[in-house]
T-cell receptor, first 117, second 114 residues
Framework: GAVVSQHPSRVICKSGTSVKIECRSLDFQATTMFWYRQFPKQSLMLMATSNEGSKATYEQGVEKDKFLINHASLTLSTLTVTSAHPEDSSFYIC?????????????FGPGTRLTVL | AQSVTQPDIHITVSEGASLELRCNYSYGATPYLFWYVQSPGQGLQLLLKYFSGDTLVQGIKGFEAEFKRSQSSFNLRKPSVHWSDAAEYFCAVGDMNRDDKIIFGKGTRLHILP
């Protein structure tokens, strides 16, 4: 149980285009989903927290107009990188917190490698 | 502010040798603590977690960790490493006061010598 999937696993796009990444909780309902980015050989940096049915909360320094997050249902959150540029190339990982759990364990997706040419 | 420190960026051990990865945290209350492992190009896999109770926590793949409040530490150990243990290891603390965000350490890259 507690499986989180991401799609696509890898995407290459041209500079200026937008890319959407999906994060799904496959066998549980996720009230909260988190989006992280990870640069090569570095740790995960939290970008934003999204709660189902409400606006995402972005971490300081993260451009909300560039990284659009939608959490439309209890099993799906999407991250759209708008007008992508080469500096947006990174590994994006989502995680989900199961509804009803008393503690804050998060289940992580396998990640999406974004390369912007 | 809450933080996690992993003082070793790289650790190299021989296959079959014992392993200890260090982790120190800064948190105002009893923390939720985690160890994750990440293979190259992959997502994170939870090795073990501590929420309360017994301070020695057993995890998957033969790993264990001990919570020491007096030292603000949560070191990861394994008695005998295997070549397949080569990966990046992240210690993390869950912040109950900030919408349950998880704060990660910078990671320790484990290299295994044959």
């Amino acid at each position: 149980g507690a499986v989180v999937s991401q799609h696509p696993s890898r995407v290459i796009c041209k500079s200026g285009t937008s890319v959407k990444i999906e994060c799904r909780s496959l066998d549980f309902q996720a009230t909260t989903m988190f989006w992280y980015r990870q640069f090569p050989k570095q740790s995960l940096m939290l970008m934003a927290t999204s709660n189902e049915g409400s606006k995402a909360t972005y971490e300081q320094g993260v451009e909300k107009d560039k990284f659009l997050i939608n959490h439309a249902s209890l099993t799906l959150s999407t991250l759209t990188v708008t007008s992508a540029h080469p500096e947006d190339s990174s590994f994006y990982i989502c995680s989900a917190r199961e509804k009803g759990l008393a503690y804050n364990e998060q289940f992580f997706g396998p990640g999406t490698r974004l390369t912007v040419l | 502010a809450q933080s996690v420190t992993q003082p070793d960026i790289h650790i190299t051990v021989s296959e079959g040798a014992s392993l200890e990865l260090r982790c120190n945290y800064s948190y105002g209350a009893t923390p939720y603590l985690f160890w994750y492992v990440q293979s190259p190009g992959q997502g994170l896999q939870l090795l073990l977690k501590y929420f309360s109770g017994d301070t020695l926590v057993q995890g998957i793949k033969g790993f264990e960790a001990e919570f020491k409040r007096s030292q603000s530490s949560f070191n990861l150990r394994k008695p005998s490493v295997h070549w397949s243990d080569a990966a990046e290891y992240f210690c993390a603390v869950g912040d109950m006061n900030r919408d349950d965000k998880i704060i990660f350490g910078k990671g320790t890259r484990l290299h295994i010598l044959p």
